[in-house]
Nanobody, 129 residues
Framework: QAQLAESGGGAVQTGGSLRLSCAASEYSGRRNCLAWFRQAPGEEREGVAAINPGGSRTFYYNSVKGRFTISQDDAKHTLYLQMNSLKPEDTAIYYC??????????????????????WGQGTQVTVSS
């Protein structure tokens, strides 16, 4: 199972941008969906975005549509989350995760976090007003 390590978190003001990275120790022949989740203090972990194997399909939760972009660089074994127009309600620890099951390059990705069994340690994002 690949090791996932997030980076790129930090503190920004409302309207600012950050790009999160998730480096995977193993990436060749990836058949898992990769996703970003987040967890605010006192809240349940929630989905942010997901990308299928090959990157042909991306998915976004309503709260971040139009502001966040998920992408991947297979050559660098890295998943990204570009976050623009950040709001205070985006403040959370952001985690990358890989799905338990394999998917095809044409398939969608599961939305339920229980379908993901490989998690990074998280990176803190703080947005001040």
């Amino acid at each position: 199972q690949a090791q996932l390590a997030e980076s790129g978190g930090g503190a920004v003001q409302t309207g600012g941008s950050l790009r999160l990275s998730c480096a995977a120790s193993e990436y060749s022949g990836r058949r898992n969906c990769l996703a970003w989740f987040r967890q605010a203090p006192g809240e349940e972990r929630e989905g942010v975005a997901a990308i299928n194997p090959g990157g042909s399909r991306t998915f976004y939760y309503n709260s971040v549509k139009g502001r966040f972009t998920i992408s991947q660089d297979d050559a660098k074994h890295t998943l990204y989350l570009q976050m623009n127009s950040l709001k205070p309600e985006d403040t959370a620890i952001y985690y990358c995760a890989a799905s338990r099951n394999a998917f095809t390059s044409a398939s969608g990705c599961p939305a339920n976090l229980d379908e993901y069994d490989n998690w990074g340690q998280g990176t803190q994002v703080t947005v001040s007003s």
